[in-house]
């Protein structure tokens, strides 16, 4: 079942501008995670953000949290050509029990044009 | 280098023709799992490994089979595939509860 909705699903920007994704889920959870995906390959891993925490960076991209709206974000700043790809975020709930199982969203698909 | 290698990468087969798909992980990882992803509908689980010889079904188990005799390797088998297993299929394996998922690059699955 999937928790995690994706807004919006495409977006295309200019390079140098910022991107702005977000993330919407229904349960509670341990912690949220922001993926990248390239055309047909295999996801990439950008950034975990743990349920008690509200806001987190790494390099150009920023997460924020909001576990009373069960919502976060992502913000890519000055982006660049490369950033063309599909973002995921997925979900670590708690009665995911032993499966340790990730909740995936559909993904917002992002075009960074030259 | 961390990673998780799958193979083949491409593979065209015919309804019915068994086939194996393997997958690799070199951290030392106790959890691995199988997903398929389609347009529309995401990345859906197939089959999850909690530790050696400890597999369960995830959410769209029909059709397939997994096993782990090696905590390194999880194979993903196909023992009469059909049309609406074409897919692209990925590895991927993770350490600790809720931890971070390592993918393999996908394997993209044709079934004639």
């Known amino acids: 079942s999937q928790q995690g909705e994706e807004d919006p699903q495409a977006l295309s920007i200019q390079e140098g501008e910022n991107a702005t994704m977000n993330c919407s889920y229904k349960?509670?959870?341990?912690?949220l995670q922001w993926y990248r995906q390239n055309s047909g390959r295999g996801l990439v891993h950008l950034i975990l953000?743990?349920?008690n925490e509200r806001e987190k960076h790494s390099g150009r991209l920023r997460v924020t949290l909001d576990t009373s709206k069960k919502s976060s974000s992502l913000l890519i700043t000055a982006s660049r050509a490369a950033d063309t790809a599909s973002y995921f975020c997925?979900?670590?709930?708690?009665?995911?029990?032993?499966?340790?199982?990730?909740?995936w969203g559909l993904g917002t698909s992002l075009a960074v044009n030259p | 280098e961390a990673q998780v290698t799958q193979n083949p990468r491409y593979l065209i087969t015919v309804t019915g023709k068994k086939l194996t798909v393997t997958c690799s992980q070199n951290?030392?990882?106790?959890?691995m799992s199988w997903y398929r992803q389609d347009p529309g509908l995401g990345l859906r689980q197939i089959y999850y490994?909690?530790?050696?010889?400890?597999?369960d079904k995830g959410d769209v188990p029909e059709g397939y089979k997994v096993s782990r005799k090696e905590k390194r390797n999880f194979p993903l088998i196909l023992e009469s595939p059909s049309p609406n297993q074409t897919s692209l299929y990925f590895c991927?394996?993770?350490?600790?509860?809720?931890?971070?998922?390592?993918f393999g690059p996908g394997t993209r699955l044709l079934v004639l």
């Open positions: 490994s909690m530790n050696v010889e400890v597999t």
């Open positions: 997925a979900t670590d709930p708690p009665w995911a029990g032993n499966n340790r199982k990730l909740i």
């Open positions: 991927a394996s993770q350490q600790g509860n809720g931890e971070t998922q390592y």
């Open positions: 951290m030392n990882h106790e959890y």
């Open positions: 349960t509670s959870i341990n912690n």
């Open positions: 953000i743990r349920s």
